[in-house]
């Protein structure tokens, strides 16, 4: 406290009083409005590349990261019991390109596209998340490889479409370049083929991914482990 | 000896200040969101904390020292410090030169406490090259916030116009590009319009290529790109501290 403050014992009560009274109405005023989540219409159409790099002030790698955890609190929470199951796709994937033109070299856009947006019930979506993954993946294949592997698994296990599915591992044979691209990723067409389940080559693609070192960060660690024990959950019940 | 007396009381004004906390709640905050943030990210967790903290630290690093440098002048001029100072035998330059030289070490200083936490999800020699650029970028702040708290009279329009020149550079290039997209029409307003930003353009400071978060999350530039940017802060520095020289010369004691 200085020395031209008055001591807190001088406030009159009454102001004490209306102080806390304030924060009461506040606190419960703000308590009784929840936080809404966002809903599927609700997901604007994404600005074009050249106003986010206007917006971003420099700094395109920040906010394509902060756009994508932006366009994932769309239609995943609130009254809807199947994820994604009410998004505009078109939209979705315009905003997934606009993100990848801002941070090219990110991966997390073809991520979400292959391991979260494509696992929706309906096969149209799915089929329009699977087409961007590998629309994109030729921009950068040595880097953009591993959604490209996991949308030619949806294709074979999902949507039971084999053609798709070893189109897909076909490019991936054909276009990655980089001695850090694993063998078995090369030869995916192989195992695609063979008459194997969704669990074991989920667990084979999983597996060689963190005996290759191509997963690194925690988090994407721990979702996909995540992912693989549902897998494992709904097989069993099977 | 003078401008190093005049150094030393800028600093020591910062410290009285409290700037030391405001810095260390701001690195706090940073921290705190890049990790609330990451804990949402369902992949690239890191680079995710790593870009949001860096970018988060960087505006708040250059909003504080606009802040400080605006309002340690302001405060000097209205207690009629600066007209005794101004009374004194000593040069103009060394006076002007004097006091930017203590914020600018300010500026410094912050940059190095501000690299810190970044040493969590970068190399040390990418943290040291970004801390360099944030240096840099500050002392060019400092002598943009000391040139327009000395020659605007009021404190308001000081920041104002130091974050509208700042927010420029850092947008120039990005509507440059946007002016010469290959989907802008090709009428005489348009030309028109792009040739003033170009010319809007070589009166700012290139601030988009410096102190760049890609450089912590996918590694440093070439040395040339890397040098050839922060030549470029030094020069801009340079010429506002000359201007402020100039302006400073000019005012009635």
Do not use: F, Q
């Given at each position: 406290m200085s020395s031209d403050e008055r001591p807190?014992?001088?406030?009159?009560p009454s102001m004490w009083f209306a102080l806390a009274i304030g924060l009461a109405v506040q606190m419960a005023w703000r308590g009784a409005s929840p936080p809404v989540a966002p809903e599927a219409q609700d997901l604007p159409s994404p600005p074009n590349v050249s106003s986010l790099k206007l917006a971003a002030l420099g700094e395109p790698e920040a906010l394509a990261r902060l756009n994508m955890l932006y366009l994932q609190?769309?239609?995943?929470?609130?009254?809807?019991?199947?994820?994604?199951?009410?998004?505009?796709y078109a939209r979705l994937v315009a905003w997934l390109d606009a993100i990848l033109g801002l941070d090219?070299?990110?991966e997390y856009p073809l991520f979400a596209a292959a391991r979260?947006?494509?696992?929706?019930?309906?096969p149209a979506r799915t089929r329009v998340a699977l087409e961007f993954v590998y629309r994109q993946f030729f921009a950068d294949p040595d880097r953009r490889w591993s959604s490209l592997a996991h949308a030619a698994l949806i294709a074979k296990?999902?949507?039971?479409?084999l053609v798709l599915a070893r189109r897909y591992a076909a490019a991936i044979d054909r276009y990655t370049r980089s001695p850090d691209v694993p063998l078995w990723a090369r030869q995916m067409e192989v195992f695609i083929l063979e008459d194997m389940n969704e669990l074991e080559a989920a667990r084979i693609l999983l597996g060689g991914m963190l005996a290759s070192g191509t997963i690194k960060d925690p988090a994407e660690a721990q979702f996909l482990a995540r992912r693989l024990k549902e897998l494992e959950e709904r097989s069993g019940r099977r | 000896m003078s401008t190093a007396i005049l150094a030393r009381l800028a600093l020591l004004e910062a410290r009285r200040s409290g700037l030391v906390w405001v810095a260390a709640a701001a690195m706090l905050i940073a921290i705190a969101l890049g990790a609330f943030l990451a804990q949402v990210a369902i992949t690239e967790s890191r680079l995710l904390q790593a870009a949001v903290v860096a970018s988060l630290l960087r505006l708040s690093a250059v909003f504080l020292i606009a802040s400080q440098v605006i309002a340690s002048v302001r405060r000097e001029i209205d207690d009629r410090r600066l007209e005794l100072a101004l009374a004194l035998p000593l040069p103009r330059s060394t006076q002007y030169l004097g006091r930017l030289a203590g914020f600018a070490l300010c500026g410094i200083v912050l940059a190095g406490f501000f690299a810190l936490p970044l040493l969590a999800w970068a190399s040390p020699a990418t943290v040291a090259a970004w801390a360099l650029s944030l240096a840099l970028e500050l002392v060019l702040v400092s002598a943009a916030a000391l040139f327009f708290a000395m020659s605007l009279a009021s404190p308001v329009s000081a920041l104002f116009a130091c974050a509208g020149l700042y927010l420029l550079g850092r947008a120039m290039t990005a509507m440059q590009a946007i002016a010469g997209g290959?989907?802008?029409?090709?009428?005489l307003v348009h030309r028109l319009a792009r040739q003033a930003i170009d010319a809007l353009a070589l009166l700012l400071?290139?601030?988009?290529?410096?102190?760049?978060?890609e450089w912590l999350l996918y590694g440093m530039p070439d040395l040339r790109t890397y040098t050839s940017a922060l030549g470029a802060l030094c020069i801009y520095a340079a010429l506002l501290a000359v201007a402020g020289v100039f302006d400073f010369q000019r005012r009635a004691s």
């Open positions: 807190l014992a001088d406030v009159p609190a769309y239609d995943y929470s609130g009254t809807n019991s199947i994820p994604y199951a009410r998004l505009d090219p070299r990110s979260v947006y494509a696992e929706n019930p309906d296990h999902r949507l039971k479409d | 290959p989907l802008a029409d090709g009428s400071p290139a601030l988009d290529r410096v102190t760049r978060t």
